[in-house]
């Protein structure tokens, strides 16, 4: 297989706004600072695995 494209939701909703492209390191969890269209702001977003 090659690319994985793991959606991130929004920390504090529960939306998933994002997918992204994870390389290696399966075992660490992707956080990242993104706007959340629900929350109406910047919010942290999370692998939701
Ligand atoms: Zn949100």
Same mark, same amino acid.
């Given at each position: 297989? @090659?690319?994985?494209?793991?959606? #991130?939701?929004?920390? &504090?909703? @529960?939306? !998933? /706004?994002?997918? &992204? *492209?994870?390389? @290696?390191? *399966?075992? =660490? !969890? #992707?956080? #990242? /600072?993104?706007?959340?269209? =629900?929350? @109406? !702001?910047?919010?942290?977003? =999370? =692998?939701? !695995?």
């Amino acid at each position: 297989m @090659g690319k994985q494209k793991e959606p #991130l939701a929004c920390s &504090v909703c @529960g939306r !998933r /706004n994002y997918s &992204v *492209p994870i390389s @290696g390191k *399966p075992d =660490q !969890r #992707l956080t #990242l /600072n993104k706007f959340c269209k =629900q929350c @109406g !702001r910047v919010t942290v977003h =999370q =692998q939701t !695995r």
